[in-house]
């Protein structure tokens, strides 16, 4: 119930979680699901990054899927992309990863270096 | 709260709903949960998104990937590749009609390019039955503005100062018609929104209605307050079923939330919507008769004044605005009367949402900024011509408006250009006609309709537009004598100047425009006995040419009545006295040999 001015705007910033994905801005994660990415593993780390991201509600990040981008080997890839900044592609990703890199990069800009197979302008 | 990775939105506007989105959507998710993705992808029904051509319409976001005319046995391709691998499914884009360039995004479309989206601003962008959705586009919060900070009378100024016009059809300033109902004395006053759009060709108001019903709740709330009423109305036609469900799910929401009813978001301010479902009389989208009608007298209109600010709804003082005016009114105060004011031209501010139909390539709803050309509307935005035939005239205002021609497409579209044209902006319904359209025989549809839907209160409508009409028949049956034109333009100003409301007096709108800009055609019926579009088929003798008939025989046997025989191989004959000149045989022939005229 709304009684106020105040409780719509309380509840606009509610509501828009429901509809940031259409709004096309902030960090975008990308899951690598090619043919080679789901063999090594990219649904149950595709699961692992929906997880993570609901239980710290980060309704504000885009997760996407792209195809194969020839580096087969060390799928299970994983890009992230924060606004203005470079994309940074993760390999050999486990599921056990994501909260790491999460926490520390797509939160706190700070890439994790020892996962990190490209750096792309 | 459940977290999804992609949004995938099902247009349900009745177009892509005839066209088969509901079982895309059941299909959608079928597929969804048969791939074990139903939890991370979320499908969300929307409005409609105007372009109705090309529907039924799916976009995936977060990518903003548009598809067009997506099948159910698509959905499966859809649902592994783009929803499960992140591939797009290139064969269901868009493709620009010229260049046959696969578009993937909804905002590099020709169609939506040249846009400017106000009234539709959330239309095909969120769930029309999800109140919550239209909150986070900052819905109600011009209403909170409204209630907490601004006097009624700040209200008027800024609505006077955005310089908003009726988008219904007479274009009477909205802030004016404001200030007279809130200076009617008394302590009832009712807001009545008028969904009554039955122009031939006109589907705005429903795609609002259906689409983001709340902004048109809103827009009826901050006028209520302006003028002080603490009821109103929403009177749809019951011809829209879907508008109508729509408009009640999002009452009882705006309800339940404390939007709407008793003491609004703390301010004190109370008001109360109904729907009342109208059954289908065009007059009663005048806003007298519209008023008998809630009453529940018959609907016809009576004389004003007194205008409906004065003695309106059970002779209390009431404010009728149109569906597309309710929906614009919330961005004015959300952004500010000046920047409102900053689009359009100078007498007509804003954006107005245009109906293409017709002989266009990209038939749908298109909302431009006022002063946009016609041109631009019918050749950027609507694509042009259908299979590369010429344009002849645009239909502009439904059967109150009149035809234009070529010669003047590049008038800036405002309320007064169009007048200065006789035609109107009406509700913005805009018929495109090729070559192939016989003037007189729109003429006559046109006022075909405004004849059947005379109320037959006033002698010049009701007798005068029968009398025009058997006119016309008589013209288009070629039995048209010179006279009949001066006789046509002298009712026509009859009706005109004297029918009681605006049905009756722009009635002969359509034949008079036809007649000044397409008299040559008029004179062929009249003169030659000739239509020169070849639609009269009083007038047309269907021939074979035999050095192009290769005795095939397609023509005699689709020939329902026998008119055409021949031997096998040899050129046919047809029989004009036993032809009813219904066309199957020239749509049957390969070899052109068919002519009328």
């Known amino acids: ?121 | 709260m459940q977290l999804y990775r992609a949004h995938v939105l099902v247009c349900g506007g009745t177009g892509c709903v005839s066209s088969g989105s509901k079982k895309i959507e059941q299909a959608l998710t079928d597929e969804l949960a048969k791939q074990n993705i139903d939890k991370e992808v979320k499908i969300v029904e929307t409005g409609c998104h105007g372009f109705c051509e090309m529907g039924p319409i799916v976009i995936v976001y977060p990518e903003g990937t548009f598809y067009c005319r997506v099948a159910v046995e698509d959905i499966p391709e859809i649902v592994s590749e783009h929803l499960v691998k992140g591939r797009i499914v290139q064969r269901l884009l868009f493709k620009a009609p010229v260049t046959e360039e696969q578009v993937p995004s909804y905002k590099e479309i020709a169609f939506y390019k040249k846009q400017q989206r106000v009234a539709l601003r959330n239309c095909g962008h969120i769930d029309p039955e999800d109140i919550k959705e239209y909150i986070a586009r900052d819905g109600y919060e011009a209403l909170a503005k409204v209630l907490t900070g601004m006097t009624p009378n700040e209200v008027i100024e800024d609505m006077k100062k955005a310089g908003l016009r009726g988008r219904g059809g007479g274009g009477f300033s909205t802030g004016l018609k404001w200030e007279f109902a809130s200076k009617s004395p008394g302590p009832k006053k009712y807001i009545i929104c008028n969904a009554d759009e039955g122009d031939p060709g006109a589907f705005m108001d429903r795609s609002v209605l259906e689409g983001d019903p709340h902004s048109v709740l809103e827009g009826m709330l901050i006028a209520a307050f302006a003028i002080g009423a603490d009821e109103g109305y929403l009177y749809v036609r019951a011809e829209y079923p879907l508008a109508i469900k729509r408009l009640k799910v999002a009452i009882a929401q705006a309800e339940e939330m404390g939007l709407l009813g008793e003491n609004i978001m703390g301010s004190g301010f109370s008001c109360r919507l109904h729907i009342k479902e109208g059954a289908g009389a065009f007059v009663c989208g005048e806003e007298t008769a519209l008023m008998a009608s809630i009453e529940g007298s018959r609907g016809m209109p009576n004389p004003r004044p007194p205008f409906p600010a004065v003695k309106g709804l059970w002779e209390k003082p009431s404010n009728i605005n149109n569906v597309e005016t309710f929906a614009n009114v919330p961005v004015i105060y959300l952004h500010g009367a000046d920047k409102y004011a900053s689009v359009g031209t100078e007498k007509s501010k804003g954006t107005k949402v245009f109906a293409l139909t017709g002989k266009l390539r990209n038939t749908g709803l298109a909302e431009v900024p006022m002063g946009i050309t016609l041109r631009e509307i019918i050749f950027d935005i609507g694509g042009g011509i259908m299979d590369d035939k010429k344009f002849k005239a645009v239909q502009i205002g439904g059967p109150s408006g009149g035809c234009i021609p070529e010669q003047h497409l590049d008038t800036p579209v405002d309320y007064d250009s169009l007048t200065a044209l006789g035609a109107m902006m009406g509700s913005g319904g805009l018929v495109v006609m090729d070559e192939t359209s016989c003037m007189v025989d729109v003429a006559k549809f046109f006022l075909n309709f405004t004849q059947k839907e005379s109320c037959g209160k006033c002698i010049p409508c009701r007798e005068g537009t029968k009398r025009m009409l058997e006119i016309l028949e008589k013209i288009c049956d070629g039995n048209g004598v010179p006279e009949d034109i001066t006789t046509l333009e002298q009712l026509g100003k009859v009706i005109k100047n004297t029918a009681l409301c605006a049905l009756g007096q722009s009635a002969p709108n359509p034949i008079l425009s036809t007649l000044r800009y397409f008299r040559d055609e008029f004179e062929a019926h009249i003169y030659q006995k000739k239509c020169p579009a070849g639609v009269c088929t009083a007038m047309l003798e269907y021939k074979i040419v035999a050095e192009n008939c290769k005795g095939c025989g397609a023509c005699a046997r689709v020939c329902p009545v026998g008119a055409i025989t021949g031997e096998k191989k040899e050129a046919h004959t047809l029989d004009t006295s036993k032809c009813i000149k219904c066309g199957s045989c020239i749509e049957k022939c390969k070899f052109n040999a068919i002519v009328k005229g």
């Open chain 1, 1 to 121: 119930m709304i009684k106020s001015a105040e409780d719509l705007r309380r509840l606009r910033e509610e509501a828009k979680a429901l509809t940031n994905i259409r709004a096309g801005q902030g960090v975008e994660i990308i899951v690598g699901m090619g043919t080679c990415g789901i063999a090594a593993g990219a649904r149950e780390v595709m699961s692992a990054v929906l997880d993570e991201l609901a239980k710290r509600d980060m309704t504000d990040v885009r997760v996407t899927q792209t195809g194969c981008i020839g580096m087969c080997e060390k799928e299970v890839l994983i890009d992230v992309v924060r606004p203005g900044e470079t994309r940074i592609t993760y390999g050999r990703v486990k599921p056990q990863d994501i909260s790491r890199i999460i926490n520390s990069h797509v939160i706190n800009g700070q890439i994790v270096e020892d996962l990190v197979v490209a750096k792309l302008d």
